[in-house]
């Protein structure tokens, strides 16, 4: 710098800073951010999953409550048996209400209807104990739900096993699992075992 003239010296200054400036980072501070990402990654998609499939699962939730009200509400209204009422709702093979719109429930039932993108088909399955109707409503996801062949039960009946949620279990369908029903039956309310067939 012996002999530059200030204004030399001030274009080297700026030259060094511009070469700083220009370096970028290294490779291996790119390699930390991507792993961080990955690991972000790694723990919040399948939470937001989860998420999605717990409001699809409200869904099925609703609609099966609705069912089992129009279920309730035809039974007290045909002022018949419960052994008839069971035999109308198609006894252990049961009864179904599609998404596609169909289903052997509109016949008993035709007030009940689906709305035209619903992510589920139900089943109800009815059985007479101890002079009552007890029915169980299983809602298994069509190919353009999140978890397709997923299921959601709605029991007639209050259920205190552990998956239970009152009337309603659908852990299966959140966690992708396999539905988990209790070895005591008295605890799954309703409905017996994972084919939604009633107690």
Not at 96 to 110: E, K, R, S
Not at 152 to 176: K, L, P, Q, R
Request: net charge positive.
């Amino acid at each position: 710098m012996f002999g530059m003239s200030s204004i030399q010296i001030l274009k080297h200054r700026c030259r060094r800073r511009l070469q700083k400036a220009r370096r970028g980072f290294t490779l291996v501070e790119l390699m930390v951010v991507v792993a961080i990402i990955g690991i972000l990654a790694a723990i919040g998609v399948p939470q937001l999953f989860a998420y999605v499939r717990a409001a699809e699962a409200s869904e099925a939730e609703r609609m099966a409550a609705k069912i089992g009200e129009g279920v309730n509400g035809y039974a007290q209204s045909r002022g018949q048996t419960v052994a008839a009422t069971v035999t109308a709702l198609g006894a252990g093979t049961g009864v179904t209400l599609t998404a596609a719109g169909a289903g052997t429930l509109l016949a008993v039932i035709p007030t009940l209807k689906l709305a035209t993108d619903a992510k589920f088909d139900y089943t109800i399955k009815s059985a007479e104990v101890s002079s009552t109707l007890h029915f169980c409503v299983m809602a298994l996801g069509t190919s353009n739900a999140g978890f397709e062949n997923g299921k959601v039960f709605y029991s007639s009946t209050t259920a205190t096993g552990a998956s239970w949620n009152g009337h309603m279990n659908s852990t299966h369908y959140i966690t992708e699992g396999t539905a988990s029903f209790s070895a005591t039956t008295s605890e799954n309310g309703a409905c017996l075992d994972d084919t939604g067939a009633a107690q």
